[in-house]
């Protein structure tokens, strides 16, 4: 079974600045078969990359993933307001397709 | 238009047994997994299982596998997570959704539900 860790547990930014979030597998996993989500509060998550690199429709070109084997990041070009959130990455290689534990982006 | 519609809020007791409900609509129901995902009051996302209503294979992870029965009714574009004795560590959001993008049993989550939140108490 992969475990995903995820770091930091928070991270503290001002809109405009660079997020990078860091998503480490316990093992490889196949394919970069790796997801990464956004879930704001009261609201579902909402999928933002899909293997590893692959934007979902409609999220804007600010968000990128990148990464293989055990480790990935998704990284927040210029931070908006809106973005400001919870960030999960999730495996989908190998089953049980397990999520890490998150990070929270916040206002700093 | 894709759409995860679930049943609304439910409060039990200890002991009771549950099913929740999860309607798709909008693509073609026995061709996608389906899935459910538990989130405790402030935690995070657990992958509980999933199924594909086309056949009806159900992958459950380690953690949910014993503890609850994941199903679907192709019939009615419905898919369902139930309890047979519900605890009150079974309080949580559940969450439902699909993977449109993905390849054959590789599954990632494009569209979800509303979530519909659960609470067990004496």
């Known amino acids: 079974e992969i475990v995903l860790t995820q770091s930091p547990g928070t991270l503290s930014l001002s809109p405009g600045e660079r997020a990078t979030l860091s998503c480490r597998a316990s093992q490889s996993v196949s394919s970069s078969y790796l997801a990464w989500y956004q879930q704001k509060p009261g609201q579902a998550p909402r999928l933002l990359i899909y293997?590893?690199?692959s934007r979902a429709t409609g999220i804007p070109d600010r968000f990128s993933g990148s990464g293989s084997g055990t480790d990935f990041t998704l990284t927040i070009s210029r931070l908006e307001p809106e973005d400001f959130a919870v960030y999960y990455c999730?495996?989908?290689?190998?089953?049980?397709?397990?999520f890490g534990p998150g990070t929270k982006v916040d206002i700093k | 238009e894709v759409q995860l519609v679930q049943s609304g809020a439910e409060v039990k007791k200890p002991g009771e047994s549950l099913k929740i409900s999860c309607k798709g609509s909008?693509?073609?129901?026995?061709?996608?997994?389906i899935g459910w995902v538990r989130q405790m009051p402030g935690k995070g996302l657990e992958w509980m299982g999933i199924i594909y209503p086309g056949d009806s294979d159900t992958r459950y992870s380690p953690s949910f596998q014993g503890q609850v029965t994941i199903s679907a009714d192709k019939s009615i574009s419905t898919a369902y997570l139930q309890w047979s004795s519900l605890k009150a560590s079974d309080t949580a959001m559940y969450y439902c959704?699909?993977?449109?993008?993905?390849?054959?049993?590789?599954?990632?989550?494009?569209?979800w539900g509303q979530g519909t939140l659960v609470t067990v108490s004496s």
């Open positions: 293997g590893a690199s």
């Open positions: 959704a699909i993977s449109l993008g993905g390849y054959g049993d590789y599954v990632f989550f494009d569209y």
């Open positions: 999730q495996q989908y290689g190998s089953s049980p397709f397990a």
């Open positions: 909008g693509y073609s129901f026995t061709s996608y997994w």
